[in-house]
């Protein structure tokens, strides 16, 4: 019976976890995990994994009129399923299947902090 409570007790937590929006903090960690290797700790596309042999730089995300052109669906679409599919390098990957939802909504706020800016409606 004691560990019947403890599975339920579990599968409850585990529940919650996965409902509840990513912290600040865990985006930070993601990012800097993730997407800093190429965009830059402070996202301004100068990551250690850039070379003069990139075809293209990685987006520099404090820049506001560049961002600004992106609405919050462009940045997810171009998260989730990589540069070709918003026709841009495949130089930037996929993340749908490595980030939850939810992880990829903290990194658009993310993104939307460093350039300080609200991206184009819809
Ligand atoms: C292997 C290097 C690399 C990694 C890792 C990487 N990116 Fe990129 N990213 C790029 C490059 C290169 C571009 C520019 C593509 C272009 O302009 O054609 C880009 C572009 C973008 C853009 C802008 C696309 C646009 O329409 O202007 C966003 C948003 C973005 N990346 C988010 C992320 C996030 C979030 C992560 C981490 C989950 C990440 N990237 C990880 C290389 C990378």
Redesign the pocket.
Known sequence: MKKLMIVATLAALASHVATVPTTAEETEK??AF??????GLGGK?D?P??TKD??????N?TNAE??D??SDA??KN??MDG?PA????P???P?GK??TAE??DG??K??RALCNCKGKEG
């Open positions: 993601v990012f993730y997407c800093a290797q190429c965009h596309g990551g994994n850039v990139f075809p293209v730089s990685p987006r995300f560049e961002m052109k992106l462009d940045l171009v998260i540069g918003v026709s841009k390098s130089m930037m990957p993340w490595t980030l992880q990829v990194l658009i993310h993104l």
